[in-house]
Each structure stands twice: as structure tokens, then as C-alpha cells.
């Protein structure tokens, strides 16, 4: 790869970010004070080294002031885009897998992620003598916290409706067998 001082360099390889750190996030593309409507994104919070080696290779890495005893956190800005190649995200919960599409991938604005490995693909950027690497998701395996009442009122598809069976009586306890209403 060339050094980030040469106009012509690019970063070609992608960057896995396993048990990523993630704020400030934004999937459903919400106007807000700092994001234009539309612009889906998120920041993740990244070890000092981390931080340090990828801004050495040219990503755009961004440092919030800590407090005063402690150094800067480095974090870098992801762009979720569903254009062309959109990235591949799935939610993990109780083991069973979801894949998210623009449609509903707003729901990870508030889960409660408990692991979340991502797969970062670089855009190299030169406009009027600035340059850079934005990241944007390739791919997202993210795993939700469950609570203890989610875990013991689980449903698993196939199962009987929480009615016991079919409905069709005012007192149904499924005696009769019958999965019409199903």
C-alpha cells in the first residue's frame, strides 16, 4: 500500500473488527442534528493500537477528547449503504439467525448488543487535496443480550399458539387436535 501523503494511494483490504464497540448508531438513516435523513451509520470505539495502525494506513479515524487522566479515544465512522453490494447483517439471538435488510435493520438503533463482529470494506476518498479511507459494512454478525423473561417465554416456530390449539371453543386446551386456526 503507498503512504497516505501520496495522492494516489488506496487501501484495498478489508478490516475485521471482531467484538466491535458500537455507538452513536443511526441504521435507520434518522435526520438528526449531525446526520442528513438518509445517511445510515454508526461510529465504533477502537483500541488505542488499533486506532493508531489504521490511521497510519489511511482510514479516517476520529479522536474524542477523554477526560483528563486518560488518552483520546480513537473511534472510525461505518456507512451502511444498500446500494450496489449491500453488506450482509445478521442477528444472533438464542442461537437462531436473522438476516436484516434495509427494511428492518433500524432495529439495531436500540438492541442490546452483546457481541458484534463486523467486516469493514474501504472506500478511498480524494477530493480538492484532502484524502482518506471511508469504511463502509460489509458484513455484521451482531448478538442480542436476552433478558430472563424473554428467554423463558421464547417461541419457536412450529410450536402449538399459545392458546393450545385451534380457537375455535372458548375454553380450547388442544384436546381436539385440530391446528386450523394455525
Known sequence: MAKKTDNNYKVNDRVTIYNAKLMFRNFSGEETQYNPKGNR???IFL???VAKQLEADGWTIRWLDSKEDEPPQGMISVKVAFGNFPPNIVLISEGRQSKLTEENVNILDWAEIETCDVILSPYTWNVRGQSGVKAYLKSMFATL??????KKYDYHEGADDAIGGCGNCDVCDGACGSTSAL
Open 41 to 43: 451509520n454508526f461510529c
Open 47 to 49: 483500541e488505542d493500537d
Open 145 to 150: 443480550r436476552v433478558d430472563e423473561l424473554a
